[in-house]
């Protein structure tokens, strides 16, 4: 039997990237991401102010800026680094000649929305391009990396959260970085022997980045240790699959030394036991953990009266009082229902008799069926891109088995026949990436099972991103397959996924809509 998941199934083929097909041109790869960039700035910051109020959880983050900047103490249920960031970009905000359009003094000072808002919408941009760069270490593809990154860029959810005082771009981003810093020390790892006692400046250097990457997701909220638990799995994972390998086919555990790879590695993944347990012990425990407590340096100077380890139990006790249902929020949705986005979150609705209308209009309520227009701001995924990539979670789930039971026959038919065993490794470049991003993806999804607060749909953005490179790989092989119909299916889902965003983006903009272009978007009722 031969070693090729791609038989199992016809779907499977789609992954198998280490048959390297032909690759995007480096120009057109470098053209595509300063398109991806600039169509991210222009969403992102066109109508940054358009609605001049607190738009959602704007209520507490914004004000909670703003007492950094009046120095007024207050409580907050979780850390407060993205404050800290949103205090500076409001600052910031008012010192540039620009964006002073409207103003209001909701946050408790007169501040401009455009000032509370532009540094998310900034960061926001950059997400789609560390996507990219996470896709490009892991699968070593332009095509990949690019595919990744244009499908970030069509994420409404992130788009959302973008263009408002919110905290989850921060968690998403420093923890999206631990984890390219993460790979990027493995692949430093991969290029040349490193001393197990005193390994390279590089290795330590990026080891270090991804810990405080870890540490300040933390910092913004405490779910932001799921990329960190996500790196914990897969170094362990390098660990577990080299003793299973070793036992299948000698029987033994009797594997290499600390530090040594008997195969060829096919991935930089395959290094992962050179990353020594005192490295870990030192930049994913003391770095992270240190991280975090440093954040809290200027909230402790602002409120003198408790200390580090009280607000660490006002936060767990705020969080345990937090109740469930839709007598706590009419947006609170379960773990399972974001696979399939049954229950997004709407930011912001506004009724209005004429365009000419301030928005929020702050007059007398319209009565129901006499609106013309709807502003409605909803945090959302793009449908189709999250449907099509929890299809491709389950394909992936599909091929390790698959993968895994293929490799084992071989063993067996190699020890039926009393014959030496000299066939290919289990840890192949397609193992290691669907393997990486299974982990990481249950990793940041698995802990909220066990919630029983009220969580939200944005609660699952961490986890998406790894459903999307999932999505990605499969759309990548499709693209370079020499089958007519992969490559058709392929160009159908990037057009689906395109035509989608567009349709949503009304919503996404809180641009106006007719009654009747409101409910043509609101696909299922509880969307609503």
């Not at 083929?13 to 222009?42: Q, V």
């Not at 800026?65 to 500076?88: E, M, R, V, W």
């Not at 096919?266 to 953990?289: E, G, M, S, Y």
């Amino acid at each position: 039997m031969r070693n090729n998941w791609e038989t199992a199934a016809s779907v499977t083929e789609t992954m198998n990237l280490s048959k390297k097909p032909a690759d995007l041109p480096r120009s057109w790869f470098w053209l595509g991401i300063m398109g991806i960039f600039l169509a991210s700035l222009c969403l992102r910051f066109w109508g940054l102010g358009r609605f001049n109020t607190l738009v959602f959880d704007e209520v507490y983050y914004a004000k909670f800026a703003n007492n950094y900047l009046t120095q007024t103490p207050f409580f907050d249920g979780h850390p407060p680094l993205s404050k800290y960031i949103i205090a500076l970009g409001m600052w910031l905000g008012e010192q540039l000649p620009f964006g002073h359009d409207a103003v209001n003094g909701l946050t408790g000072s007169s501040h401009t929305p455009w000032s509370y808002r532009w540094l998310n919408a900034l960061t926001g941009s950059l997400i789609p391009l560390v996507i990219v760069g996470l896709a490009y270490q892991l699968g070593r593809r332009r095509s990949y990396a690019l595919i990744a990154g244009y499908l970030a860029a069509l994420d409404g959810i992130f788009l959302v959260e973008s263009r408002y005082a919110l905290n989850n771009v921060y968690l998403v981003i420093f923890g999206l970085l631990g984890q390219c810093f993460f790979l990027l020390a493995l692949d430093f790892l991969s290029v040349k022997p490193v001393r197990i006692v005193q390994p390279s400046w590089l290795v330590n250097a990026c080891l270090l980045i991804s810990g405080i990457g870890f540490g300040a997701s933390a910092s913004i909220k405490w779910n932001g240790l799921w990329f960190l638990f996500g790196a914990y799995l897969v170094w362990l994972a390098g660990w577990a699959v080299r003793w299973f390998e070793a036992w299948i086919t000698t029987g033994t555990l009797a594997i290499a030394s600390f530090g040594q790879n008997d195969v060829a590695a096919p991935h930089p993944l395959k290094f992962l036991t050179r990353i020594h347990p005192i490295q870990i012990i030192l930049f994913w425990a003391i770095v992270p953990a240190l991280t975090y407590y440093l954040e809290w340096i200027p909230h402790l100077h602002l409120n003198p009266g408790t200390t580090f380890w009280d607000l660490q139990k006002q936060i767990l006790l705020y969080h345990e009082k937090v109740g469930n249902g839709p007598t706590v929020h009419p947006y609170c949705s379960n773990w399972y229902s974001w696979l399939l986005m049954i229950r997004p979150v709407a930011y912001f609705y506004e009724r209005a008799i004429s365009l000419s209308d301030p928005v929020p209009s702050g007059g007398p309520p319209i009565a129901n069926g006499t609106e013309k227009f709807i502003y409605d701001v909803h945090a959302i995924g793009n449908p189709f891109l999250w449907w099509f990539s929890t299809v491709a979670l389950i394909l992936l789930i599909l091929f390790l088995i698959t993968h895994v039971q293929n490799w084992q026959a071989q063993v067996a038919q190699s020890k039926a026949a009393r014959e030496l065993w000299q066939g290919t490794t289990l840890q192949t470049t397609q193992f290691w990436i669907g393997l990486y991003l299974l982990l990481n993806y249950a990793a940041n999804l698995i802990p909220w099972m066990n919630v029983s607060r009220c969580t939200f749909l944005y609660h699952y953005m961490g986890a998406s991103v790894f459903a999307l490179l999932a999505f990605t790989g499969f759309l990548d092989r499709w693209l370079s397959s020499s089958q007519i119909h992969l490559k058709r299916l392929a160009w159908a889902a990037l057009g689906i996924v395109l035509v989608s965003f567009l349709f949503w983006l009304p919503i996404y903009l809180g641009l106006p809509l007719s009654p009747l272009g409101f409910r043509l978007r609101m696909w299922l009722p509880t969307w609503i």
